[in-house]
């Protein structure tokens, strides 16, 4: 069987093709998403195009294992329409932040509401589908396969599903990188990590300072200034943990329903307590 969704964004695209589609149908369709049915998968200027391997069925015709040609493509908002909206993204840093770490704000529709469009589908006329195969129901079974594989990889690139409405990912990270949040963002993320510098010793040592040729009894007890009334927290090392937010919540090598930032975020946090107990 294909994968379900695992994030809010690739959960949402699924219930839309479900609210008009059978579920019965829709399940059938899942098992058309793995790599033992799709033999070519393609992502060009906002359309998926692939090839299914279907079944003999002689009730269609059909009495040679066939392969189908599919397409799927959601509707593509306007230059204009995309230009108000990425100067509504660049404004807020949350959005900035949240996008460029491969993750789709929760709230983002709220942007595209205020130009009178929606990013996710919420109805059959949001999608643009075809198959050449006999059956004439729309979506069939080898569409919805496609849609299951497409909601998969919008799990591990959400950047797809800008490109799928028309905007080509490279456009988006370049206007979001405009802004000094996002070229600081940009520039870890697409940059090489920082090589380890050796050093003599992990804790921080005196500095020598000479010694005066002479000094009084006084300063020598009491010191020529006084000492401080007050010493300054140490503050928390700071763990950016860019490597770990590159891949997002779902990289490829994550199997489990959970986010994979959460749960390194709780190891690290843990780690941290233990640490600093037996310090």
């Keep these: 069987m294909g994968k379900a969704a695992k994030t809010w964004w690739g959960q949402k695209f699924i219930a839309a093709l479900e609210d008009f589609t059978d579920s019965g149908r829709l399940q059938r369709g899942r098992s058309y998403s793995t790599d033992n049915r799709i033999k070519h998968w393609r992502v060009y200027d906002g359309k998926v195009e692939a090839n299914i391997r279907g079944n003999v069925n002689p009730y269609f015709g059909v009495y040679k294992e066939p392969t189908y040609k599919v397409s799927v493509q959601l509707g593509h ?36 509401a205020e130009t009178g469009v929606h990013l996710l589908p919420n109805s059959y006329k949001d999608f643009k589908v075809a198959c050449d195969c006999p059956d004439y129901e729309v979506p069939c079974k080898h569409i919805a396969g ?16 800008f490109e799928m409405r028309g905007l080509a990912p490279e456009k988006l990270v370049q206007e979001l990188a405009k802004s000094p949040l996002g070229k600081v963002l ?13 050093v003599d010793s992990y804790y921080t040592r005196p500095i020598p300072a000479d010694l005066p040729q002479s000094m009084a009894a006084k300063h020598f007890w009491q010191g020529r200034q006084p000492l401080p009334g007050s010493i300054e927290p140490a503050q928390a090392a700071i763990i950016p943990a860019m490597l770990v937010k590159k891949g997002g919540d779902f990289p490829g090598f994550w199997q489990k329903q959970s986010s994979f930032i959460d749960v390194m975020e709780d190891f690290y946090l843990r780690m941290r307590k233990g640490v600093l107990k037996n310090v």
Excluded: M
């Design 77 to 112: 908002l306007s230059d204009a329409q995309w230009q108000t909206i990425i100067q509504k993204l660049t404004q807020r840093a949350s959005f900035i932040a949240k996008l460029l770490l491969d993750e789709i704000p929760e709230n983002i529709e709220t942007v595209f």
């Design 146 to 161: 496609v849609c299951y594989r497409l909601a998969g990889a919008f799990d591990q690139d959400p950047f797809l599903l």
């Design 186 to 198: 940009s520039d870890a993320k697409s940059g090489t990590e920082a090589g380890l510098v050796p």
